[in-house]
């Protein structure tokens, strides 16, 4: 019962938009002696409700269940706070501009934590014209490659996808100062500031 609806997370969320438990049973129509069984932990939500328990509180399922809402904190949305998540069954790459709760073949997704690289992960960064050409010396086995390289300023996201037995490089057109990554599909992301 380790990931299922606890009755402290519904009773905070019904707190912050200030509904009564009368004002939340009326909501997904059951009974304001249920939504005070959950929230004193004497009773669960039968799973039919979870969807619109979620709606009634604002928010989404996966949140209900963690019982932790995720809240944007870059609303401004500078493109350097951007969060990376990479998953882990299907390889497939997803961009936020800020916190999210992202799932993917059924797996909900921590975002990536960048790392500085080491000599085996390092890469080139070339000045060419007005471009940024990156390269690296990266194997680029079937199993062992370097995934995707990013390059992130303050108003812009770009991503080039890398593929296995390819080649690792890459063309950024230069629009300032900003934060380059890449990810290693064994060892994880890497970022290097130019």
């Known amino acids: 019962m380790d990931n299922y609806v606890t009755g402290t997370a519904i009773r905070t969320l019904r707190e912050k938009h200030h509904l009564t438990q009368a004002q939340l049973a009326e909501q997904i129509n059951v009974s304001d002696k249920t939504v005070s069984k959950w929230e004193t932990g004497r009773g669960f939500p039968d799973i039919s409700?979870?969807?619109?328990?979620?709606?009634a509180l604002r928010v989404s399922?996966?949140?209900l269940l963690s019982g932790?809402?995720?809240i944007n904190v870059n609303r401004a949305?500078?493109?350097?706070?951007?969060?990376?998540?990479?998953?882990?069954?299907?390889g497939n790459v997803l961009h936020a501009a800020g916190s999210a709760m992202i799932s993917c073949c059924g797996v909900t997704l921590p975002p990536l934590e960048a790392e500085q690289?080491?000599?085996a992960h390092d890469v080139r960064i070339?000045?060419?014209?007005?471009?940024l050409y990156i390269s690296s010396a990266h194997p680029m086995s079937k199993s062992h490659?370097?995934?995707?390289?990013?390059?992130?300023?303050?108003?812009?996201?770009?991503?080039v996808r890398f593929y296995p037995e390819g080649n690792a490089e890459a063309r950024f057109f230069r629009r300032g100062h900003g934060i380059l990554y890449w990810y290693c599909n064994r060892h994880g992301l890497f970022f290097k500031r130019f």
Do not use: G, K, W
């Open 68 to 70: 932790e809402q995720v």
């Open 117 to 119: 690289p080491d000599e």
């Open 145 to 159: 490659y370097l995934s995707f390289a990013a390059c992130c300023t303050d108003d812009r996201f770009e991503l």
């Open 61 to 63: 399922v996966p949140e």
């Open 126 to 131: 070339e000045d060419i014209e007005h471009e």
């Open 49 to 55: 409700l979870l969807e619109p328990l979620a709606a």
């Open 77 to 90: 949305a500078n493109m350097r706070r951007s969060r990376l998540y990479v998953c882990p069954v299907c």
